[in-house]
């Protein structure tokens, strides 16, 4: 637990030392996120309305080429793609197969039916965050890992380098596999509760990720709801109900960060579930209900 700057609650359990590198899972789907902000806020990218295969044109023919890196960011490619997270023969576990295999562009070409239009509706696939870390890769010339190292990593003053694990064709399978230390975790989310801004420098551009984070900048789609799945859908983040601009990031199995700008409060969490799915466990409301004590205690919901 961070608050303006400073640590509050450092804990570990099963032996985790803070040398000891934590999985992100999805959390690392915020990172690429915030490296197309980079890209853009250099002009590398020229536009979020551009098309991944303006930039990778080993995509072209293909749905997910032809789809605009804002949907990308929104997961709202359109395409069919099913992801349960439950181990079954999904098309994330086709995916995921056909990656370690053959690398990117096989996997993401085999799959290429739109079943509603670009841009209209949030649906979750893993898929759509690889489409981003090759277009990342080819605007910069660098990989994701050697872009947010230079840009994020070492500026925000990271006690220790991360990893990232690579597919067959050494690009990083974007949508996970980001590993870090807790205090890593930590600063990124004290960098994330300033908006960006480190000492007095803005390391992440600020626009951008007002835009990635604050749900009152997209269409109503991507809003939170009143009902479960209560969150909203940013520019890979997720966003939270209420008013006020607070958002997380999110891994399957528990990983999270959540964040309050307002209150410069974050909150890093980096427990593994038995389920993927930590609604169905103690895990989920317990970590709920401290999030929205921290909030309380500092602020108000």
Not at 18 to 29: I, Q, W
Not at 46 to 72: F, H, K, Q
């Amino acid at each position: 637990m961070i608050k303006d700057g400073q640590i509050l609650i450092e804990r570990y359990q099963y032996d985790r030392k803070p040398t000891d590198r934590l999985t992100s899972n999805s959390m690392a789907k915020s990172l690429v996120g915030i490296g197309i902000g980079f890209a853009l806020s250099e002009k590398l990218i020229r536009s979020l309305d551009d098309r991944a295969v303006d930039y990778v044109p080993e995509l072209r023919g293909n749905i997910y080429g032809e789809t605009r890196l804002r949907s990308l960011l929104r997961m709202a490619s359109g395409a069919r793609f099913s992801e349960t997270n439950t181990g079954r023969n999904d098309d994330a576990a086709t995916f995921a197969r056909l990656h370690g295999n053959k690398g990117s562009i096989a996997a993401i070409r085999a799959f290429n039916t739109r079943e509603t239009p670009e841009g209209e509706h949030f649906h979750y696939a893993s898929i759509e965050t690889q489409v981003l870390t090759l277009v990342l890769r080819a605007a910069t010339g660098k990989s994701a890992a050697q872009y947010l190292g230079d840009r994020l990593w070492r500026p925000m003053g990271a006690e220790a380098d991360a990893t990232w694990i690579t597919g067959p064709d050494d690009i990083e399978r974007g949508a996970a596999f980001f590993n870090a230390t807790l205090r890593d975790w930590g600063r990124l989310g004290r960098l994330l509760a300033s908006d960006g801004a480190l000492d007095g420098t803005q390391i992440i551009p600020r626009d951008y990720l007002l835009d990635a984070t604050d749900w009152h900048r997209h269409p109503d789609a991507f809003a939170p709801k009143a009902l479960p799945p209560a969150n909203g859908y940013g520019f890979h983040f997720w966003t939270m109900r209420g008013d006020r601009r607070r958002f997380l990031m999110r891994g399957v199995y528990g990983q999270a960060i959540y964040v309050d700008p307002e209150l410069h409060l974050a909150l890093v969490h980096t427990a593994v579930a038995k389920t993927a799915s930590i609604s169905d466990q103690p895990m989920g409301a317990e970590l709920g209900a401290l999030w929205l004590g921290l909030v309380s205690t500092f602020g108000r919901w």
